[in-house]
């Protein structure tokens, strides 16, 4: 029986799928019949059903390869998804101890630019190229509600989400004449993932808040009116639905899936 979100046979790249929400993207999108490549430095555990490309988003030959190798197999891009990101925790000034390694610094910076906003900016460029021959096409970029709002001890994570939602409006002005749609999702606080529960982004986090990691854990619930962390799936059927000709009129906006952590 056809599925309602109709995404059989659609072609879709997702960037960071081995983990975490972007491995719940592709879970959701493969359920669905949708042909999931995912695009990732770190190869996916075994037996999951996904097509691996092993890709370092942050550099340009490697997603010229990746999008040629797509696009030469299947012949289409249906959807994009720019989902692979870093987060490192860092305060701009150490005022405690200057130059400490949780104060930014050039190479922190770099990291998260190249891999939350340079990877976006020229894949969906590679991407779109080949949309506007078929005249269609959807890309949706992994924004975060610290985007919108600001986070103390992650300046430059929530500046690169912000770009992301900024990107996202600008771009679908320019290709939705070409019928492509280009949509930034927010996610909130969610159960962990890689980049959530390693020691070093819990340990950076709290002494940028200067509190311990068990109270930087233990007030997420209350700052979220649902009461309770997103699952990674809600997250990616957000996905799968923006992605379906279901949201064939939504372009060129935010679409938040935090619990009402915030509310643009
Ligand atoms: N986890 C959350 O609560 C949360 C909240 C808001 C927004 N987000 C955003 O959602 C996205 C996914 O977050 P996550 O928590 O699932 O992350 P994660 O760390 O669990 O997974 C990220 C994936 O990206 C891959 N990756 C990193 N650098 C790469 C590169 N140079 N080339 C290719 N792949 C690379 C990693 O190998 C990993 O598989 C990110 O953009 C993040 O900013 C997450």
Known sequence: MEHWMDLEKRVVIVTGGSNGIGRAICNSLGRLGATVINADITPPGENENMEYISCDITKKEEIEKLVEAVYGRYGRIDALVNNAGVNRARLLVDAKEPCSKYELNEEDYEAMMSVNVKSAVFLSQAVARKMIIHKQG????????????????????????????????????????????????????????????????????????????????????????????????????????????????ITGTVVNVSGGKTTD
Request: overall charge neutral; proline content about 2%; hydrophobic content about 40%.
């Open 138 to 249: 959807v890309i949706i970029n992994m924004s975060s509600t610290s985007g919108a709002r600001g986070s103390a001890g992650q300046c430059i994570y929530a500046a690169t989400k912000s770009a992301l939602s900024s990107f996202t409006k600008s771009i679908a002005l320019e290709l939705g004449k070409y019928g492509i749609r280009v949509v930034a999702v927010t996610p909130g606080i969610n159960e962990k993932t890689a980049m959530t529960s390693s020691d070093a982004y819990m340990d950076a986090l709290a002494y940028t808040r200067n509190t311990t990691k068990e109270a930087v854990d233990s007030n997420y619930e209350a700052s979220i009116p649902l009461g309770r962390l997103g699952r990674l799936e809600e997250v990616a059927d957000a996905v799968s639905y923006l992605i379906s000709d279901r949201a064939s009129y």
